[in-house]
């Protein structure tokens, strides 16, 4: 088990990142908020999640334990593999999800590219005793002060939106972002850029 990779960063992707480990570059996939945390060159350390297949071993990165440790939790879930579960914290913090799930918050979960309304209701009752209570405060996502522009479209591209509906969707929030007191939040925002997406699907 590859519990952590630390190392510098030799090169980013829009879904992964390659962490240079005693001359080995180890390729990591990772959600846009792990990434936008990441810089070319300079040194990193994320914790890991080895995910074995018959075809494929593949590393899943995170900014720290509790976030593997819910990506680990998620895939305990019927129908839930790493991609999903990354596409989970992609949209959501572990706390959010932790949140969503003790509240029966269906819409959140339903916020996430790949979960229907009868999938959020199965994931709600299997995780319900799994995941826990919420750790830290209320807040959904990372405030982010510059840049949530880059961030929010980069994790859109992340997902799999083509360029211009990521283009649409970060206009489409942006008002709220400008009227939301204090540093908008990413996490937010994504959120309510993928409802803005769905609906125009």
């Not at 305990?76 to 579960?85: D, E, H, I, K, Q």
């Given at each position: ?21 005693g ?67 992609a ?8 949140r ?5 918050d269906?819409?959140?979960l ?92």
């Amino acid at each position: 088990m590859i519990a952590f990779v630390s190392g510098p960063v030799a090169a980013l992707a829009p879904d992964s990142a390659v962490v240079e480990v005693g001359g080995i570059g180890i390729a990591v996939q990772c959600t846009p908020n792990t990434l936008s945390g990441l810089r070319m060159g300079r040194q990193t350390k994320l914790a890991t999640s080895l995910v074995v297949r018959e075809d494929s071993l593949t590393l899943y990165g995170f900014v720290d334990d509790d976030e593997r440790q819910v990506f680990e939790l998620l895939q305990t879930a019927s129908g839930v593999g790493p991609r999903l579960a990354q596409a989970m914290l992609a949209v959501h913090s572990p706390d959010a999800l932790r949140r969503a799930v003790s509240t029966g918050d269906e819409k959140a979960l339903i916020a996430v590219p790949g979960i229907g309304k009868k999938g959020a209701q199965k994931l709600l009752l299997e995780l319900k005793d799994r995941l826990g209570e919420p750790v830290g405060a209320p807040a959904i996502g990372a405030p982010v002060s510059q840049g949530w522009r880059d961030q929010l479209h980069a994790a859109l591209i992340g997902l799999g939106y083509a360029t211009r509906e990521a283009d649409e969707a970060v206009a489409a929030v942006t008002p709220q972002a400008e009227a939301a007191e204090g540093t908008p939040q990413v996490g937010h925002l994504l959120r309510a850029a993928l409802q803005t997406l769905n609906r125009a699907r």
